[in-house]
């Protein structure tokens, strides 16, 4: 007596399920970098946006500190502190110039010491950065130095560097600015 068993399985092997799991792998990688990337990206631009109004602000500030107080007295208190070789941290919060740096003080300090230029943002009173991180304010990745350089008694460059560190490394972003005075 012979029996007769009937070899017809169905199913897939193991080389066809890992065929079709890498194809799916494949399918649903592609999006997730493209969307992983364009995070990345859009936090990029946000950091670059932030660090070129943080630059502005400080240029903004110059100009009003010219505009009240003229550019010789801007020139005396500040022209010699804040040279390209030493760069140096004003408070834009801050509203005089009070001796080279006194606590009062715009005039932070030279930037020799990469502390004197770290930028604190304030989240519980004023929503301001500034250099002053006693009064409850954070720390943030960015810093800001400023250097100034004379073309004449009456005009001079003001250069504004704002510089964030990012886990591939630390960027900036630089805008200069002529000043006169124009009164």
Known sequence: MTTNYKTNQCGFTIIESLVAISIMLVAIAGPLTLANNSISNAVASKQQLEAS???????????????????????????????????????????TFTGPTGSDSALKGSCSDPSVCVLYYDKTGTHQ???????????????RSLAITRISSDEFTATVVTAWKTPSGVRAVTLKEDFMNWK
């Open 53 to 95: 109004y943080l630059g502005q602000d400080l240029l903004e500030y110059i100009r009003w500190v010219r505009d009240t107080e003229g550019t010789s007295q801007f020139l005396g208190e500040v022209g010699s502190l804040c040279t390209v070789s030493d760069p140096c941290a004003v408070d834009t919060t801050k509203t």
């Open 129 to 143: 950065y500034g250099h002053d991180g006693t009064t409850g304010a954070t720390p943030t990745t960015f810093s």
